[in-house]
């Protein structure tokens, strides 16, 4: 258990649906980041979020959006689903420090397939 | 961040030592270099990062050139538990705002 927690585990849904991916950091953790990992694409980015800000995006197609709540917590939401959004999603989370940060704790994914 | 090049694939027989190269020429100064693992559809585990000492964990050690231009990773004892697809991945260390960039890593065959 990496502590970094990912819900749901598998998710299967109709082309055209919205679906929620949530993710909650190691504790103390302030970082969340997304990726897509797909059969043909390999890892990328789509976006990171520190303490509720956005920071960063990536390839993040428009209908993807993103959050971070008070808690830390983040979701990803996933619109208009399209039969090429299948893919696994992972969460990363890191913590701040003032020196060079010890790298990202990866999820578990959440594996997503649209039908 | 800077741009890393790694052999797609190698094979390497349990309890023999597994050496990965990665090139990564146009380093910067600032930039570090992190090793991450991906068990087949796991998320990616981190495994060691250095900026310019040779660095040793209990998973791995990382070889840096005096130059930085490249780098080896080295698992000791290789085992059936280690065939994955391992990233070399370089950035800035520090600052909320920097990312891992994956490529496309070299796969790790580990064989009886």
Redo the contacts between chains.
Sequence with gaps: DSGVTQTPKHLITATGQRVTLRCSPRSGDLSVYWYQQSLDQGLQFLIHYYNGEERAKGNILERFSAQQFPDLHSELNLSSLELGDSALYFCASSVRSGRADYGYTFGSGTRLTVV | DAKTTQPPSMDCAEGRAANLPCNHSTISGNE?V?W?R?IH??????II?G?KNNETNEMASLIITEDRKSSTLILPHATLRDTAVY?CIVRV??G??S???????TRLQVTL
């Design positions: 570090y992190y991450y991906q559809s796991q998320g990616p585990q981190y990062h900026l990233y260390g520090t909320t705002a990312k891992l960039t994956f490529g496309t890593g």
